[in-house]
């Protein structure tokens, strides 16, 4: 059979239940929002060990606030990973099953290995990180989470290569259902996304967290100015190198698609911005919500790289996003966008009121916060009537 | 069996979630209202808890579900993705307010003023019971998927005939669990504490009497609903009778053990409230396997087979029956995974021989691989021990069918079988089918004469 025949016939024959363009759009969203909290992981991981193993002071009280980082980092990069892999099962479903089943046995061992890597880095944030006991169990963690970083890696590129899947799953016509090789790997790919971005997205929580700590009265400024110093001198120099290795990911990987200059020139061009971000702060104390706001766009300029290389190895078989079947669905639709408006509402309340906490003005919540918290709480109440009423409408009405 | 582990563990992380938050609301209301700031220690650790095993690990093995079941089985997923994304993405927003919550309950807990705080607790019992209200309906849907058959509507799938007993059936169990941690976590505080004992037998109560409606809904609205081939099924081998005896001897247990609590509650103590919790979680195990053995041999009850094929059409999108197609023009060649019979070399292996005997071992591993072990490569070994599902050439030569003829036979008629599905595919691929599985039977079982009685 032809790839391009497989690939259609692999569709789901429901279709989706909305424009698959946006599903698109979600899933590079999410996953732009998945990709920060995985790397803060990796990020903090190392600044942990290294703190650890440098013993001074103040890199001691750095590497522990780094401990406690790690695990919330897997924690959210979990939970905000599931939305791109419900989004990529919409829109990408041939590719994603066949590389998952091409790469079976990692695929069913994945979330073992990001539980294990949790559970380490928690075990060494709860019992270690006082006075750096347990230090392996940190390192442990870190392998772990650069382990499921890979699989990732190689799930993603499994699935761009659907012409020699036939050979990968059956070498001489003789199936092999174990799915224990990785296929298909590129190392730059890997180095871009995972070790240097895990660098810059560090740097830029260094920065976030400074300026947030200020606000409080009671701040150690000298501390604080020395860990926006360090983000910004890691910063610069991850950039640089986040550069060059865009590039090296645009000539290998970009020149099969023929993607090669578009790549480096997109991919060069933000690491050489983000350097010239960071350098130009001479003071990096107060830029901690620009520099997250400039990574956050560097991050999505990534994404849409990432689903260009995507597009355009599909194209090669006439698969293309714009059209996939679909059949708008309003009452799926309906009760998306509900829960969206609560879901937000309720988030956004509850993320200030942790950072009036955090700045020491737990006590006195502010009238409009207060206010957004009463209706907000009132709407996810409401919510449960909505649900129920749209099933009661499905039961009379269909 | 793997999956079912996981998925066992799952359920009860997040209905314990659930009905702890509930409780946890229930204390923290009090501590501001009678103005007990001693209750808040306890808040602490219960959210500490909570944070760390109920929700990172309620994520964790809920995505392992998701990842084992996609490996094993992608167009079922798929199936579920594609009809439900909203529904699922709905309930990512709950459980992000959950796992948001958690974290901004714990760390603003005595930094916030009480009122607000309370709130958070509010906001977090909502949300846990969000996110099981969402799973309700794509969890009924495999079993029960309805007029979604006929209209092919998902609301129709989503809200379907188990959907609304399912859903009261699960309130009321938070009920038992809520009652079960409230036990648990009030025989922790000193024997002299003021209302230990009204906590306890206030929380036995509410759990008995939960237990007490969920087994009402459970017999006769939720039973009255599941498919009539469903249920024919529980009287057959693949279903193992142990899984009743659990859940029959689990629910008289734990009843017992709630009676006893409100009963005479100055006898509880922490070991017995761990029991009550070990033995509450194997009940949830069986009632869970029970739920997902009943759609057996679908993986969408009525629609799609767990070889992954539509054999029914629907009509009203536009979808027609894959497995019509496939008996007509042979399952090799005809789906993208699998190679058409001509490309298929014997290979160097012993195993395969002959070309025909090669060709059915595809077909094996397509078609039977998902409840048998087949081919040696599905067996895990241990030594010198081998961990094999179900493996064909055992059951085969416990029926005696060890020759292609007689295996043949079987094929004929392997839809009779309850729990399994026709073969589909040619005549031609049977025959390799029947050649491959008697060419098992020799090499896995021996010569007929010296057969090992299996068990
Ligand atoms: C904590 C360890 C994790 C790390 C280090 C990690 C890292 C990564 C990386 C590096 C990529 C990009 C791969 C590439 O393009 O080559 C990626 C993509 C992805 N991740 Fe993760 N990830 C982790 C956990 C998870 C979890 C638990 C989930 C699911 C719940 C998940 C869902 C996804 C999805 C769906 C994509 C692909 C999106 C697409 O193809 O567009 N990740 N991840």
Redesign the interface.
């Given at each position: 059979m032809e790839v391009e025949d497989a690939l259609r016939m692999m569709r789901d024959p429901l279709g989706a239940p909305f424009y698959p363009r946006v599903f698109q759009v979600l899933l590079l969203l999410t996953w732009v929002v998945h990709i920060y909290f995985v790397t803060v992981a990796v990020g903090s991981s190392v600044t942990t060990i290294y703190g650890f193993r440098r013993g001074d002071e103040r890199w001691l009280r750095l590497a522990r606030s780094c401990a406690r980082l790690t695990p919330s980092g897997v924690g959210l990069g979990i939970v905000t990973g599931i939305a791109p892999l419900l989004f990529v099962q919409v829109i990408y479903d041939p590719i994603w099953y066949a590389s998952n089943a091409l790469t079976g046995f990692w695929s069913v061992i994945f979330i073992i290995v990001v539980a294990s890597g949790y559970t380490c880095a928690y075990v060494f944030y709860l019992k270690g990180s006082a006075d750096g006991r347990l230090l392996w169990s940190s390192v442990l963690g870190l392998a772990l989470l650069v382990l499921a970083g890979w699989i990732m890696h190689v799930l993603a590129s499994v699935s761009i290569r659907p012409e020699h899947w036939r050979e990968w799953y059956a070498p001489n016509g003789v199936a092999d259902t174990r799915g224990i090789e990785f296929h298909s790997f590129n190392v730059a790919r890997v180095a871009f996304l995972l070790p240097l971005q895990a660098a810059i997205g560090t740097a830029v929580t260094g920065l976030i967290y400074t300026w947030y700590r200020l606000k409080r009265d009671d701040a150690d400024r000298e501390y604080l100015t020395w860990v926006a110093g360090l983000s910004r001198r890691l910063g610069i120099i991850a950039s640089v190198l986040y550069g060059g290795v865009g590039i090296a990911w645009a000539v290998t990987e970009g020149a099969d698609y023929d993607l090669t200059a578009p790549m480096a020139i997109a991919l060069g061009g933000v690491g050489l911005a983000m350097a010239a971000f960071f350098a130009a702060h001479r003071d990096p104390v107060g830029i901690g919500r620009r520099a997250l706001g400039a990574w956050f766009a560097s991050l999505a300029v990534v994404a849409v790289i990432r689903e260009v290389i995507r597009a355009t190895a599909l194209s090669r078989f006439n698969y293309d996003v714009g059209s996939y079947p679909y059949r708008v669905d309003w009452g799926s639709v309906a009760m998306f966008t509900v829960t969206t408006i609560v879901g937000v509402s309720i988030i956004t309340y509850m993320v200030m009121v942790l950072f009036q906490s955090g700045i020491g003005a737990g006590e006195r919540i502010p009238r409009s916060i207060d206010r957004l918290g009463r209706v907000s709480t009132a709407m996810l109440g409401a919510w449960f009537a909505f649900f129920l009423l749209v099933g009661v409408y499905a039961v009379v009405a269909l | 069996m793997f999956v079912a582990i996981i998925a066992s563990f799952h359920v009860i992380a997040s209905h314990l979630t659930v009905g702890a938050a509930w409780f946890n609301f229930y204390v923290e209301r009090r501590a501001v209202r009678e103005q007990r700031p001693e209750l808040y220690e306890y808040l602490r650790k219960s959210a500490l808890g909570l944070l760390?095993f109920s929700?990172?690990?309620g994520?964790?093995?809920?995505?392992?579900i998701?990842?084992?079941t996609?490996?094993g089985n992608?167009?079922g997923?798929?199936?579920l993705?594609?009809?439900?994304?909203?529904?699922?993405?709905?309930e990512?927003?709950?459980?992000?307010?959950d796992?948001?919550?958690i974290?901004?309950y714990y760390?603003?807990l005595g930094?916030?003023?009480p009122k607000?705080h309370l709130?958070?607790a509010?906001?977090l019992a909502?949300?846990g019971?969000?996110t099981l209200?969402?799973i309700v309906g794509i969890l009924g849907f495999k079993l029960s998927p309805g007029?979604w058959l006929h209209?092919g509507?998902?609301?129709?799938g989503?809200?379907n005939p188990t959907?609304?007993p399912q859903y009261l059936m699960r309130f009321l169990l938070m009920q038992t669990i809520t009652g079960a941690w409230g036990v648990l976590m009030a025989s922790r505080l000193p024997r002299d504490f003021p209302e230990r004992q009204k906590v306890i037998r206030w929380a036995g109560t509410i759990g008995l009497v939960g237990m007490a409606g969920a087994l009402l809904v459970g017999r006769y609205w939720y039973w009255a609903n599941v498919p009539a081939r469903s249920k024919a099924l529980l009287s057959t081998n693949a279903f193992p009778a142990v899984t009743v005896d659990l859940l029959i001897g689990g629910g008289i247990l734990t009843a017992a053990f709630l009676l006893l609590a409100s009963w005479k509650p100055q006898l509880q103590s922490k070991l017995g409230a761990m029991a009550l919790f070990i033995v509450m979680f194997s009940t949830v195990f069986g009632a869970e396997r029970t739920r997902e053995i009943l759609r057996k041999p679908d993986v969408v009850n009525g629609y799609m087979s767990s070889n992954q094929l539509?054999f029914t059409g629907?009509p009203a999108?536009?979808?027609e029956s894959e497995e019509a197609k496939l008996n007509r023009d042979g399952v090799l060649?005809?789906?993208?995974?699998l190679?058409?019979a001509d490309?298929?070399?014997s290979?160097p292996?012993p195993e395969?021989t002959d070309h025909r005997v090669?060709v059915g071992r595809?077909i094996a591993?397509f078609e039977c691989?998902g409840c048998h072990s087949v081919s040696d490569?599905?067996v895990i070994h241990l030594g010198d021990n081998q961990l094999a599902l179900r493996q064909q050439s055992a059951l085969l030569r416990k029926i005696s069918a060890n020759d292609e003829v007689s295996i043949r036979a079987i094929l004929d008629n392997l839809g009779a079988y309850p729990f399994m599905h026709a073969f589909v595919g040619t005549d031609e691929e049977k025959d390799a089918l029947a050649a491959y599985l008697a060419a098992t039977v020799e090499e896995q079982q021996g010569p007929p004469r010296r057969c090992r009685r299996p068990r």
């Open positions: - | 760390v929700y990172v690990w994520a964790m093995t809920g995505v392992g998701w990842q084992s996609t490996a992608p167009r997923i798929s199936t993705i594609h009809n439900f994304v909203l529904f699922w993405g709905s990512w927003y709950m459980f992000l307010i796992v948001v919550g974290i901004v760390y603003t930094k916030v003023d607000t709130r958070l509010l906001i909502l949300g019971t969000g209200s969402l007029d209209n509507e998902i609301l129709s989503f809200y959907f609304w539509t629907l999108r536009g979808i060649g005809s789906l993208p995974f190679p058409a490309d298929i070399d290979g292996s395969y090669a595809q591993i691989s490569q599905t």
